[in-house]
């Protein structure tokens, strides 16, 4: 039974029309002479921020329960250098629970706009108390408030109990400024892989592959 809401794959015709616009985009070769992943990724990001509609650093972030089930979730990338990639969120939400439990993760970046993605394996660490005040700090006071009010991942009767929470922190911390929950913090994924995916006609990908090899990086190029 054809399900109408997907759409059909691409015609001849239809390839052969945004070859130009793919080439344009996705034909630099010298992406295959990188020597490590991190500043081709802030490569791709600076450009997703050109050209994504919103959130060009928001990532599909996967963990796996007690259970061995995975979990996939959009977070938002909050930093990035040579240690790995940094996002912050509640400690008791569900994310939280099971990195504390088994501390590995994978990424995926996708910027529809440019037809790229970016996946990221590795180890997960928390970062250090002096990053979470400085990263908490810098958010809106509106945001600092709702990290308060929000049991993240509890159940919630309704959206009036939500907001009669935050009432509650917002009368509570009236006149002053708003401090981390011990709750709140972040972690960084340490990569392990990292790889590169780019949109070629007739779904001839380019796809590169780095691995962490001691103090460097080996890479490989994937088939499509």
Not at 34 to 39: D, L, Q, T, V, Y
């Amino acid at each position: 039974m054809n399900n109408h809401a997907i759409p059909p794959s691409p015609t001849r015709e239809e390839y052969a029309r945004d070859y130009a616009a793919a080439l344009a985009a996705n034909g630099d070769e010298t992406i295959f002479e990188r020597e490590e992943p991190i500043g081709l990724f802030i490569e791709w990001l600076t450009a997703a921020r050109g050209h994504e509609p919103n959130d060009a650093n928001a990532m599909a972030l996967s963990t796996v329960d007690a259970d061995g089930a995975p979990d996939s979730r959009m977070v938002l990338l909050k930093d990035v250098d040579g240690r790995g990639f940094t996002f912050y969120s509640n400690r008791q939400s569900a994310k939280g629970v099971e990195l504390d439990a088994k501390p590995r993760a994978a990424l995926l970046f996708h910027w529809k706009s440019l037809r790229r993605q970016v996946r990221v394996r590795g180890r997960v660490e928390p970062v250090s108390t002096e990053e979470a005040d400085a990263y908490f700090a810098s958010r809106a006071r509106e945001s600092r408030i709702g990290a308060w009010a929000s049991d993240q991942s509890r159940p919630l009767a309704s959206r009036a109990d939500l907001e009669a929470a935050v009432a509650r922190e917002t009368e509570r911390f009236e006149g002053q400024d708003v401090p981390r929950p011990e709750r709140w913090t972040g972690w960084r994924v340490l990569p392990e892989t990292a790889e590169f995916w780019r949109d070629r006609p007739f779904r001839l990908h380019d796809r590169l592959l780095f691995t962490r090899d001691g103090d460097g990086w080996a890479r490989t190029r994937l088939q499509p």
